[in-house]
């Protein structure tokens, strides 16, 4: 696998997570405590107290964890895993054994540094660094998840193909990542790759015909939660960000490069750069040429 590896270094010189002993976490370190993906869930006194946006983002991992139909003892793939996030999760929630996926050195490193912490979570969870568009690691396994990652995968179906290959007979795969709509442009891809550095969004016109070209049929269960980025969400985000986690952000990075040149980070520049990003989805939900999406298919028995 290593020969094989293709790591960016993108997460790799992150010193604002590693402030908070989360290096590769960034400003998510902040918000969610670990890196979790986001808190989509319909709570609109969870999106108006930013001290409960990590238990949303918990709630979030769980409800994946419900709709792939973990069960105890199940063994569970996580493509992308991030800092392992999600894998301590449903680890502590389900009871599942996970293999945890990243292609990134910096993520590895923190994810099983974490995991190390408690040996229910290091026997439980196996880090694997490899790129799974290449390879993963051998199976079978019962459920396989993917969580808000597809941007960064240039070829979906070299990955979807992948982890079918992988899961049991019956195994369970759950994709739940934001999307780009029928209506989406080059513009709006343009611009959310100034934000977001990477252009593959998963698009919903696309993501079932890219699985049931590895070999999944169609989807049993599609659920769309864009209604909360055009809701909650877009009404108490930056309240939050401003009010809530900016002071602590910017006290740990103060100034920013003019009165300070040279320091490694600024929180009031970060800030703003986050909230800007955050609002260009907002934005492309609220026009509805994006959307989030969590979708169930099954590998035949």
């Given at each position: ?40 869930v ?43 996030g ?61 969580i ?25 795969f ?18 959310l ?6 252009p ?88 509805c ?13």
């Open positions: 696998m290593g020969a094989e590896l293709y790591d960016d270094g993108h997460y790799t010189l992150d010193v604002v997570g590693a402030q908070l002993g989360l290096p590769g976490a960034g400003l998510h370190a902040y918000f969610t405590r670990d890196l979790l993906h986001p808190p989509m319909p709570d609109a006194s969870m999106w108006a107290d930013g001290r409960q946006w990590w238990q949303g983002s918990i709630q979030h991992t769980i409800d994946v964890g419900r709709l792939a139909e973990l069960r105890d003892d199940d063994h569970v793939l996580d493509v992308g895993c991030g800092l392992g999600p894998a301590r999760v449903l680890v502590h929630h389900y009871g599942v054994w996970v293999t945890s996926v990243t292609n990134s050195v910096a993520h590895a490193a923190t994810c099983q540094r974490l995991n190390n912490r408690s040996p229910h979570q290091r026997d439980r969870i196996r880090v694997v660094l490899a790129d799974g568009q290449r390879q993963l690691p051998a199976g079978p396994f019962d459920a396989a998840i993917s808000n990652m597809l941007y960064q995968v240039p070829n979906h179906r070299a990955i979807f193909a992948r982890v079918f290959d992988r899961l049991a007979a019956g195994g369970r759950v994709i739940d990542d934001w999307m780009l709509t029928p209506l989406a442009t080059q513009a709006d891809v343009d611009r790759v100034a934000h977001f550095q990477y593959y969004f998963a698009r919903t016109d696309r993501v079932e015909t890219d699985l049931m070209a590895t070999g999944f049929p169609t989807a049993e269960t599609i659920v769309d939660f864009g209604h909360i980025a055009r809701g909650p969400m877009a009404e108490h985000f930056e309240r939050q960000i401003q009010t809530y986690f900016a002071p602590r952000v910017i006290a740990d990075w103060p100034d920013d490069p003019v009165i300070a040149p040279g320091r490694p980070a600024y929180g009031r520049m970060m800030i703003d750069e986050f909230v800007q990003a955050v609002n260009v989805t907002l934005e492309l939900h609220r026009r040429h994006m959307t989030y999406r969590r979708v169930l298919v099954r590998k035949p028995s």
